[in-house]
């Protein structure tokens, strides 16, 4: 069982290119997750989805989009990236929409915007 | 709001010490509290939780009792092994369902040989 897989591992990318992060589970989980690690910072949740078909906005949106087209993925693009979006982004699920539910992660994106 | 407060690291203790990461939320009625770890080059993943006052989560030899008194949820281990080495999260889980879950900015503990 591979849980959550990311995609790529690690990425460097000029400013003002586009760019989508791939996030995959076979658990079947309803609710998807992207947050993005920053040190000092801790986690934020950029966006969410309860179940296929819908998304939400977190706490720090702006300059991401997601599409929940099925359960199994869920990918973060970026339109045109700027050196703030330099961070760490991890992709999580979990089984239901409530958050008393274990979230499982992924390994994570390192992304360097330059 | 809902938040929550831990100790800044880094936190360094040699093996076989004794552990406490402490933790402290504000938050409307009775949250679920958690605490993840995250090991180096890796995700975060549950440690340990507790859904109601004076709930005991345990797990790996870690503890963390649910203070509904002092709004807090403490992170304890007897002796910490090398392989301890991560960064420790907090976790808070608002009463409505609908509010997503919130996270301290972690606590990075390194463990001596």
């Known amino acids: 069982i591979a849980g959550i897989t990311q995609a790529p591992t690690s990425q460097i990318l000029a400013a003002g290119r586009r760019m989508t992060l791939r996030c995959t589970q076979d658990?079947?989980?309803?609710?998807m997750y992207w947050y993005r690690q920053d040190l000092g910072l801790g986690l934020r949740l950029i966006h969410y989805s309860n179940t296929a078909g819908t998304t939400g906005k977190g706490e720090v949106p702006d300059g991401y989009s997601v599409s929940r087209a099925n359960t199994d993925d869920f990918p973060l693009t970026l339109a045109s990236a700027v050196p703030s979006q330099t961070s760490v982004y991890f992709c999580?699920?979990?089984?239901?929409?409530?958050?008393?539910?274990?979230?499982?992660f992924g390994p994570g994106t390192r992304l360097t915007v330059l | 709001g809902n938040s929550v407060t831990q100790m800044e690291g880094p936190v360094t203790l040699s093996e076989e010490a004794f552990l406490t990461i402490n933790c402290t939320y504000t938050a409307t009625g009775y949250p679920s509290l958690f605490w993840y770890v995250q090991y180096p080059g890796e995700g975060l993943q549950l440690l340990l939780k507790a859904t109601k006052a004076d709930d005991k989560g345990s797990n790996k030899g870690f503890e963390a009792t649910y203070r509904k008194e002092t709004t807090s949820f403490h992170l304890e281990k007897g002796s910490v092994q090398v392989s301890d080495s991560a960064v420790y999260f907090c976790?808070?889980?608002?009463?409505?369902?609908?509010?997503?879950?919130?996270f301290g900015k972690g606590t990075r503990l390194h463990i001596l040989p």
């Open positions: 999580a699920s979990s089984d239901g929409q409530s958050s008393y539910n274990e979230q499982f």
């Open positions: 976790a808070l889980c608002p009463l409505n369902r609908d509010d997503k879950i919130i």
């Open positions: 658990m079947r989980h309803n609710a």
